[in-house]
């Protein structure tokens, strides 16, 4: 049996007549670039999450630029982030000549820690934005982290790139705070035909500047008070993610139900004392999405033999990501060494990708279940309890 990390063709498949159908109609309108489709799904993701305005834009990477640069964060400032995400969070950062302050992740939800964005934050000057990452599509605690913006008159910028569609206590990832932004990469949970992303913001003041630097700063036409870029989203992206918004919340429910099949398939087999598996935070709380499960990530002892293992088995998995950000090379003018945020560290050399889709069969499920309780098995290790 074969189980990909992922397989688009089998959302694409039941939904291309309408796909190419919507694609169609941009085409033959020939207005490609913004425009009513734009329109359309920026209103759509303004009432999907509650956020208060909604600038489509050409990827998650220039939302979070173009937000930045709104903002005027340039050289002189701080910004702390997390150092356990995409290249993208800490990227856009340093792009614009700001100073990069990581802080080390809660090791149970690979999120940010609130004990450790404190310390960063009595410690560092000219803090100019936290960038709390929701990542693999579960929540931050944002509770504290506002807790501490306030108290440090800091604005909070979330990155929910992987997280269209989770809620927390506070509200909707990604329009909890005073901006956010959320990528349609095609692997997201709400995925384009190529790149595409969304800023959020509060503020109109804020998103009316957004909307003019992401086409070169430009207002009125051809007349420049400041400079932008093109950061415009394409039509044909539109359309296809408006005719895809409104099967979200059921890919996400499917997702959380290959989550449920995972978390009793190993309880069964003995592995929930040897697989660290994902925590759900705001569970709690009695919020629906609390996880959407963009990605179902474990933490496997012997992590690199499984993986090896299982590419034998034709399952496919994967490492987010072998290399926390502040041991990149292209940050090593930041000082920092291994060693300085342990919890991250520790995620990137244990942590393992599973795959998971709403179209998974469950069947897929229980083989790759089975194989990992067969390689821990061969090793000795299942029932003995061990989670490292
Ligand atoms: C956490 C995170 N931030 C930012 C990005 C950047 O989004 P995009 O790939 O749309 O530029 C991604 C996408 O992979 C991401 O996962």
Same mark, same amino acid.
């Given at each position: 049996?074969?189980?990909?990390?992922?397989?688009?063709?089998?959302?694409?498949?039941?939904?291309?007549?309408?796909?190419?159908?919507?694609?169609?109609?941009?085409?033959?309108?020939?207005?490609?670039?913004?425009?009513?489709?734009?329109?359309?799904?920026?209103?759509?993701?303004?009432?999907?999450?509650?956020?208060?305005?909604?600038?489509?834009?050409?990827?998650?990477?220039?939302?979070?630029?173009?937000?930045?640069?709104?903002?005027? +964060?340039?050289?002189?400032?701080?910004? +702390?982030?997390?150092?356990?995400?995409?290249?993208?969070?800490?990227?856009?950062?340093?792009?614009?000549?700001?100073?990069?302050?990581?802080?080390? /992740?809660?090791?149970?939800?690979?999120?940010?820690?609130?004990?450790?964005?404190?310390?960063?934050?009595?410690?560092?000057?000219?803090?100019?934005?936290?960038?709390?990452?929701?990542?693999?599509?579960?929540?931050?605690?944002?509770?504290? /982290?506002?807790?501490?913006?306030?108290?440090?008159?800091?604005?909070?910028?979330?990155?929910?790139?992987?997280?269209?569609?989770?809620?927390?206590?506070?509200?909707?990832?990604?329009?909890?705070?005073?901006?956010?932004?959320?990528?349609?990469?095609?692997?997201?949970?709400?995925?384009?035909?190529?790149?595409?992303?969304?800023?959020?913001?509060?503020?109109?003041?804020?998103?009316?500047?957004?909307?003019?630097?992401?086409?070169?700063?430009?207002?009125?036409?051809?007349?420049?008070?400041?400079?932008?870029?093109?950061?415009?989203?394409?039509?044909?992206?539109?359309?296809?993610?408006?005719?895809?918004?409104?099967?979200?919340?059921?890919?996400?429910?499917?997702?959380?139900?290959?989550?449920?099949?995972?978390?009793?398939?190993?309880?069964?087999?003995?592995?929930?004392?040897?697989?660290?598996?994902?925590?759900?935070?705001?569970?709690?709380?009695?919020?629906?999405?609390?996880?959407?499960?963009?990605?179902?990530?474990?933490?496997?002892?012997?992590?690199?033999?499984?993986?090896?293992?299982?590419?034998?088995?034709?399952?496919?998995?994967?490492?987010?990501?072998?290399?926390?950000?502040?041991?990149?090379?292209?940050?090593?003018?930041?000082?920092?060494?291994?060693?300085?945020?342990?919890?991250?560290?520790?995620?990137?050399?244990?942590?393992?990708?599973?795959? +998971?889709?709403?179209?998974?069969?469950?069947?897929?499920?229980?083989?790759?279940?089975?194989?990992?309780?067969?390689?821990?098995? /061969?090793?000795?290790?299942?029932?003995?309890?061990?989670?490292?």
């Amino acid at each position: 049996m074969r189980v990909p990390l992922l397989d688009l063709k089998l959302q694409y498949a039941p939904l291309k007549a309408e796909i190419l159908a919507a694609i169609e109609q941009v085409t033959d309108s020939q207005q490609l670039v913004l425009g009513p489709q734009v329109d359309a799904l920026e209103a759509a993701i303004e009432a999907y999450t509650g956020a208060g305005h909604a600038i489509g834009v050409s990827s998650g990477t220039d939302a979070q630029l173009v937000l930045l640069m709104a903002l005027g +964060i340039g050289p002189g400032d701080a910004v +702390i982030t997390s150092p356990y995400t995409f290249f993208a969070t800490a990227g856009c950062v340093q792009r614009l000549g700001a100073r990069i302050v990581f802080a080390d /992740i809660d090791p149970l939800t690979f999120n940010i820690c609130p004990t450790a964005l404190k310390n960063a934050l009595s410690q560092t000057p000219n803090v100019k934005a936290i960038i709390p990452v929701h990542l693999f599509g579960c929540c931050a605690d944002m509770e504290a /982290i506002q807790v501490l913006a306030t108290q440090y008159g800091v604005p909070v910028l979330e990155d929910a790139a992987q997280a269209l569609g989770c809620a927390h206590p506070l509200g909707s990832a990604g329009a909890i705070a005073q901006a956010g932004w959320y990528s349609f990469y095609p692997t997201k949970n709400l995925g384009a035909f190529g790149d595409a992303g969304m800023v959020t913001c509060r503020d109109a003041d804020l998103a009316a500047k957004i909307r003019q630097l992401r086409n070169h700063g430009m207002e009125p036409r051809y007349y420049h008070n400041v400079v932008g870029g093109n950061f415009r989203l394409d039509a044909i992206q539109a359309a296809v993610l408006n005719l895809k918004l409104p099967h979200l919340d059921s890919w996400g429910q499917g997702r959380r139900e290959r989550a449920a099949q995972y978390r009793d398939g190993f309880v069964s087999e003995g592995l929930d004392g040897i697989l660290g598996l994902p925590t759900e935070p705001w569970a709690q709380s009695g919020v629906p999405n609390h996880h959407i499960y963009n990605q179902f990530i474990i933490r496997a002892p012997h992590r690199d033999a499984l993986r090896s293992f299982l590419t034998q088995a034709d399952i496919g998995s994967e490492i987010y990501y072998p290399l926390p950000l502040h041991l990149q090379e292209c940050f090593k003018h930041l000082g920092y060494r291994a060693g300085d945020f342990p919890e991250a560290e520790l995620a990137a050399q244990k942590t393992l990708a599973l795959p +998971i889709f709403p179209e998974l069969k469950e069947h897929q499920v229980e083989y790759v279940v089975n194989r990992i309780s067969e390689f821990y098995k /061969i090793g000795g290790l299942a029932g003995k309890n061990r989670a490292q």
